[in-house]
């Protein structure tokens, strides 16, 4: 199928080995950043999500830091998994209200087995 | 499986047809929202349904596309007059109507429309 992947930055890491995303958000409101995992071919699958209250948390095998100064957030996956290859997007929104989400600009990971 | 179910999965249309998709929701959540995908771009929002009202249009939304979800149910989504550039993926999401950690929006796995 097509690959949600095409013209996006791209990560290429070795299975085994930490990778470390970035993205940049804009909306200095918005106080709820969620990251995505998408492949090919399928919606988005949540992965983590870290309120503007904290600048860390951590679930299995990811953590996410965040960075309200510049506006900053990464996505960092431990011991990186074959699995773990597809796009990855940050979004941002707001806790109260309609809590429609903003999507940052996608980064492929690929990882070599 | 539970999840939030999108049909058809494929469409092919010709241009000035009109399509029509389907997203049924998560059981019991609340929040239906409609988002569009472009090859290699995220998301973008088009339109929210609290319940069975439709709470906000993205100015993405022309007076081409209208959206329902009559019974705070299942929610269409019908393109008139389809233009090539209707051409992407639809997703639709949902998620419980409170705040915090449920805020999470679930997400289907998409309509992928072509119109030739």
């Known amino acids: 199928g097509e690959s949600v992947g095409l013209h996006l930055p791209t990560l290429s890491v070795q299975e085994g080995d930490n990778s470390i995303i970035n993205c940049a958000y804009s909306n200095s409101a918005s106080d709820y950043f969620i990251w995505y995992k998408q492949e090919s071919g399928k919606g988005p699958q949540f992965i983590i999500d870290?309120?503007?209250?904290?600048d860390k948390r951590q679930g299995q095998r990811v953590t996410v830091l965040l960075n309200k100064t510049v506006k900053h957030l990464s996505l960092q996956i431990a011991a990186t998994q074959p699995g773990d290859s597809a796009v990855y997007f940050c979004?941002?929104?707001?806790?109260?209200?309609?809590?429609?989400?903003?999507f940052g600009k996608g980064n492929q990971v690929v990882v070599i087995p | 499986d539970t999840g939030v179910s999108q049909d058809p999965r494929h469409k092919i249309t010709k241009r000035g047809q009109n399509v029509t998709f389907r997203c049924d929701p998560i059981?019991?959540?609340?929040?239906l929202y409609w988002y569009r995908q472009t090859l290699g771009q995220g998301p973008e929002f088009l339109t929210y349904?609290?319940?069975?009202?439709?709470?906000?249009k993205s100015r993405l939304l022309s007076d081409r596309f209208s959206a329902e979800r009559p019974k705070g149910s299942f929610s269409t989504l019908e393109i008139q007059r389809t233009e090539q550039g209707d051409s992407a993926m639809y997703l639709c999401?949902?998620?419980?109507?409170?705040?915090?950690?449920?805020?999470?929006?679930?997400f289907g796995p998409g309509t992928r429309l072509t119109v030739l």
């Open positions: 870290i309120r503007s209250n904290m």
């Open positions: 059981s019991e959540h609340n929040r």
């Open positions: 979004a941002e929104t707001r806790l109260y209200g309609n809590n429609r989400l903003a």
């Open positions: 349904f609290q319940n069975e009202a439709q709470l906000e």
């Open positions: 999401a949902s998620s419980p109507a409170s705040s915090g950690r449920d805020n999470e929006q679930f």
